[in-house]
């Protein structure tokens, strides 16, 4: 007898075809520091299928990127290797170019996607 083969991945979700909540919660996240370049794929599709806790999610995420007292820099390099840390692909790959343009070296960058301790990282800026 064959094993049935389960599939544990949520159905994706088109702008057209979101509730009133739904449809609230994509807008909040274009409302907020992310812009309208909030997408329906990633983490934020997944908050669409339970969107009072994809609500709270987002802000944390906000609050936690955005309004960070560390320098873009430090937030981003600190992103990465907590990507990197929990092998999370998608977050490794939305935040590896915004890394390097915040100031993040491409070697670093590099060191860190091979599991390796960064050479040298750039002086601080007091």
Same mark, same amino acid.
């Given at each position: 007898m064959?094993?049935k /083969?389960?599939?544990?991945?949520?159905?994706?979700?088109?702008e057209? /075809?979101?509730?009133?909540a739904?449809?609230?919660?994509l807008?909040?996240?274009?409302?907020?520091?992310?812009?309208?370049?909030?997408? *329906?794929?990633?983490p934020?599709?997944?908050?669409m299928?339970a %969107?009072?806790y994809?609500e *709270?999610?987002q802000q +944390?995420?906000?609050?936690v990127?955005?309004?960070?007292?560390?320098?873009?820099? +430090?937030?981003?390099?600190?992103?990465l290797?907590?990507?990197r +840390?929990?092998?999370?692909?998608?977050?490794?790959h939305?935040?590896?170019?915004?890394a390097?343009?915040?100031?993040?070296?491409r070697?670093?960058i590099?060191? *860190?996607?091979?599991?390796?301790? %960064?050479? /040298?990282?750039a /002086?601080?800026?007091k």
């Amino acid at each position: 007898m064959a094993a049935k /083969k389960l599939n544990y991945r949520l159905p994706e979700l088109t702008e057209d /075809k979101l509730d009133d909540a739904q449809r609230a919660l994509l807008e909040s996240m274009r409302a907020g520091p992310r812009g309208a370049r909030v997408r *329906l794929g990633g983490p934020f599709g997944v908050y669409m299928h339970a %969107p009072q806790y994809g609500e *709270l999610t987002q802000q +944390l995420g906000a609050f936690v990127r955005f309004k960070t007292s560390l320098p873009p820099r +430090l937030s981003e390099f600190a992103i990465l290797c907590t990507a990197r +840390l929990w092998r999370a692909q998608y977050e490794w790959h939305a935040h590896a170019l915004i890394a390097e343009k915040a100031g993040v070296r491409r070697e670093a960058i590099a060191d *860190l996607k091979a599991g390796r301790t %960064p050479k /040298k990282a750039a /002086k601080a800026h007091k």
